[in-house]
């Protein structure tokens, strides 16, 4: 079991520039999920993935967010644009199908958008 | 309005005495869980403890006890013989119902001192 992977660690960008950040569930795990931490804050929730259905979205997640899980195991997370305001620790966590699992997470890709 | 609250932005015990860290939350929905999480200087959110809103019984992981008080809606985190590998932030998180997501609250601080 080699846990929650997540790819790159850091990115630094250029506003108004995409970036794409992959993640690698816990190999038996059916669920993932994405977050988003600033400073100061806990996680807030973006999205969800059921294999490779996505089944709930924020409203934190605008038109310029997207997220895919293309066969069910690693999923990528882009944003278009970005914007000063994305500058933020991504996390990535998954869990077994259940409501009552813990969720294993990542640790996160730091993005810095100047 | 926050569904999680947890109101001590930072706290300091000493090493080997036991440690209480409050949360409070807030749903109209009879069936939910409570987890707390740990996320060292790393990074990484490490689960610790889950509660159920149905389990009878308060929640016990080693060191660490979920002191759950359904009808005061708190799910108080206690660290017995704190070590100081425990300094780290400490968030308290809910998910309601059917719901996937986590709601984290803004999280506590805590300083375990020699």
């Known amino acids: 079991d080699t846990g929650v992977s997540q790819d790159p660690r850091h990115k630094i960008t250029k506003r108004g520039q995409n970036v794409t950040f992959r993640c690698d569930p816990i190999s038996e795990h059916n669920r993932l999920y994405w977050y988003r931490q600033t400073l100061g804050q806990g996680p807030e929730f973006l999205t969800y993935f059921q294999n490779e259905a996505q089944l709930e979205k924020s409203r934190l997640l605008s038109d310029r967010f997207s997220a895919e899980r293309p066969k069910g195991s690693f999923s990528t997370l882009e944003i278009q644009r970005t914007e000063q305001g994305d500058s933020a620790m991504y996390l990535c966590?998954?869990?077994?199908?259940?409501?009552?699992?813990?969720?294993?997470f990542g640790p996160g890709t730091r993005l810095t958008v100047t | 309005a926050q569904k999680i609250t947890q109101t001590q932005p930072r706290m300091f015990v000493q090493e080997k005495e036991a440690v209480t860290l409050d949360c409070t939350y807030d749903t109209s929905d009879p069936s939910y869980g409570l987890f707390w999480y740990k996320q060292p200087s790393s990074g990484e959110m490490i689960f610790l403890i889950y509660q159920g809103s149905y389990d009878q019984q308060n929640a016990t992981e080693g060191r660490y006890s979920l002191n759950f008080q359904k009808a005061r809606k708190s799910a108080n985190l206690v660290i017995s013989a704190s070590q100081l590998g425990d300094s780290a932030m400490y968030f308290c998180?809910?998910?309601?119902?059917?719901?996937?997501?986590?709601?984290f609250g803004k999280g506590t601080s805590l300083l375990v001192t020699p």
């Open positions: 998180a809910m998910r309601e119902g059917a719901g996937y997501a986590l709601n």
């Open positions: 966590a998954s869990s077994l199908d259940g409501g009552y699992y813990e969720q294993y």
